[in-house]
């Protein structure tokens, strides 16, 4: 089963940091980009990052270049955000994203979810 | 950036209903246009991309048309099931960007 499970959410005061895990299985994962997206509380989705499969390109999102990188480890089939100097703007349900593939086409498209992993700042 | 926007930002409809979603981008995006279903504690579903293909096990009564800036998702007999918060993603260029989302709710 084709599966993401992210990890490593919790409790930071503001300008404390965090790093989110997000654990793939039941496909090749150095054969995908991927993609970290937010949810705050009540509000819609927002992309954060992005990478490349062999981790040599990579966006962000204008409000978190500077204190988020994105990385991953494909010989632990595992995906990575450090969080520095976070803020109360950055509390949000963090998911991992799997860009989509479809018959050798590469799309910007996010097909496969995690189911998230909470991230809340506050004092 | 692309901003992307969404109306209505509610809807309510009953079961069997037709209900139609637009979405326009700020600048055109050819059909780089994807369709996701979330509900409530739950991740985003893919079901929709480049404006009216449908992902692999989706139900037919989703489907998606558009182009250049105007987008629809089409929702034609709703199921009990789809009372959802649906979102539109354009792939056309980097920061990716979401519309603000359109809930459909029970009439």
């Known amino acids: 089963e084709v599966q993401l499970v992210e990890s490593g959410g919790g409790l930071v005061q503001p300008g404390g940091s965090l790093r989110l895990s997000c654990a793939a299985s039941g496909f090749t994962f150095s054969n995908y980009c991927m993609s970290w997206v937010r949810q705050a509380p009540g509000k819609g989705l927002e992309w954060v990052a992005y990478?490349?499969?062999?981790?040599?390109?990579?966006f962000h999102v204008d409000s978190v270049k500077g204190r988020f990188t994105i990385s991953r480890d494909n010989a632990k089939n595992s995906l990575y955000l450090q969080m520095n100097s976070l803020r109360a703007e950055d509390t949000a349900v963090y998911y991992c994203a799997r860009r989509f593939i479809v018959a050798y086409h590469y799309y910007y498209y996010m097909d496969v979810w995690g189911k998230g992993t909470t991230v809340t700042v506050s004092s | 950036d692309i901003q992307m926007t969404q109306s209505p930002s509610s809807v309510s409809a009953s079961v069997g209903d037709r209900v139609t979603i637009t979405c326009r981008a700020s600048?055109?995006?050819?059909?780089?246009l994807a369709w996701y279903q979330q509900k409530p504690g739950k991740a985003p579903k893919f079901l929709i991309y480049s404006a009216s293909s449908l992902q692999s096990g989706v139900p037919s009564r989703f489907s998606g048309s558009g182009s250049g800036t105007d987008f629809t998702l089409t929702i034609s007999s709703l199921q009990p099931e789809d009372f959802a918060t649906y979102y539109c993603q354009q792939a056309n260029s980097f920061p990716l960007t979401f519309g603000g989302g359109t809930k459909v709710e029970i009439k």
């Open positions: 600048q055109g995006i050819s059909r780089w």
């Open positions: 990478i490349k499969q062999d981790g040599n390109e990579k």
